[in-house]
C-alpha cells in the first residue's frame, strides 16, 4: 500500500480539524502558523481561519504580520482592476496575476507576479517581480520594479499593484530601470508598442494562459 501523508486528507476533514481545535481553544497560534507550511490546502484553509480569528495572532510572537492579514483580507474584498493574489507557502509570500488593459499593448496578457513581504512590514517595502517577461521601460529584463524609493509604511499592496497596472497604459520613461527601452518608448512610440505587443503575445497568452490552474484564482 501507497505511504499517504497528513497533506493528503480531503479539505473539508482539514478544515473540521482546524475549525473544533479552534473553537474550544486547543491550538496554539505558533503552531497553527507552522501548520500552514505543510501544503496548499492546510494553507488555504488556515488562511481562512485567520481570516475570521484575528485574536488568534496576537501571541504569534511574530510568525505571523498582522497587517500582512488584514492587507490580504481587504484584497480579496475589493481586488484592483484586473489584478488578484493568493498566498503561496505563507502569509509573506504572495503570488498574482494581472491582466494587461485592453486599451494598452499589453491587451489579453496574463503576467504573473511574485510578492514578498518583509518581516519588517509595513516598515521595508515588499518585493514585487513579474515571473512574466514584460517590454517595458519601468521593469526590467529579471521582471523587478523599483518600490523603494516611493514606498512609505502608509502604502498597501493593493495600491502598489494599482499604480503597476496603471503604467500599461502609461509608463514613466523619466524614470525607467530599462534605459534602452525608456529611450525607445519615447523617440520612437510605433516600435515600442509593436514590440511590447510581440512580447505579450509570445510570453503572456496562449501557453501562459493554459498553464494556469484558474479554479485557484477564483
Known sequence: MAQRSWSDLPRDLIDRIFRRHLNIRRIDPKDLARC?????TWR?????????NLSLLSSA???INKRVLAEY????????EGCRVRIVDSLFHWEGIMIGPQSSPYAGGVFLLDIHFSDQHPFKAPKVTFQTKVYHPNIDQQGRLCLETSWCPATTISHVLLVIYARFND???????DFEIANIYKTQR??????????TKTFATA???????????S
Open 207 to 217: 501557453s501562459q494562459i493554459s498553464a494556469i490552474d484558474w479554479t485557484d484564482w
Open 190 to 199: 510605433i516600435q515600442f508598442e509593436e514590440k511590447a505587443r510581440a512580447w
Open 73 to 80: 483580507q481587504n484584497f480579496q474584498r475589493d481586488p484592483p
Open 36 to 40: 500552514s507550511l505543510v501544503c496548499t
Open 61 to 63: 510572537s511574530g510568525l
Open 171 to 177: 509608463p514613466d520613461p523619466d524614470d525607467p530601470i
Open 44 to 52: 488555504r484553509v488556515i488562511a481562512d481561519i485567520w481570516g475570521k
